[in-house]
Nanobody, 121 residues
Framework: QVQLVESGGGLVQAGGSLRLSCAAS????????WGWYRQAPGKQRELVAA???????NYADSVKGRFTISRDNAKNTVYLQMNSLKPEDTAVYYCNPDVLTVGMRRLLDVWGQGTQVTVSS
């Protein structure tokens, strides 16, 4: 019912920047909020940043001041601007929307395919 397409990952040197995008399509009525998560090898998936329908944001302590989450409601798209990247930011990044479908179903378990971010030292 809902599809997500992520892009923007890649290989970057420490101190560099990347911008991730995630676009949603399908049977969407509204996207209430978005989250960006990441999962490094051997570690649990963790919340990196989130944004509400009203634009309020929150961040994991490890990325505060370096990452910025934003959204374009008209395009059903969320972004994650990542600056001053560190090797410990290396992970697969996933977007996760809080979706209300046209059938008025709330979906919380919709995930993108993930995009690899690798930061070299």
């Amino acid at each position: 019912q809902v599809q997500l397409v992520e892009s923007g990952g890649g290989l970057v040197q420490a101190g560099g920047s990347l911008r991730l995008s995630c676009a949603a399509s399908g049977s969407l009525f509204r996207i209430n909020g978005w989250g960006w998560y990441r999962q490094a090898p051997g570690k649990q998936r963790e919340l990196v940043a989130a944004i509400t329908s009203g634009g309020s944001t929150n961040y994991a302590d490890s990325v505060k001041g370096r990452f910025t989450i934003s959204r374009d409601n008209a395009k059903n798209t969320v972004y994650l601007q990542m600056n001053s990247l560190k090797p410990e930011d290396t992970a697969v990044y996933y977007c996760n929307p809080d979706v209300l479908t046209v059938g008025m179903r709330r979906l919380l378990d919709v995930w993108g395919q993930g995009t690899q971010v690798t930061v070299s030292s």
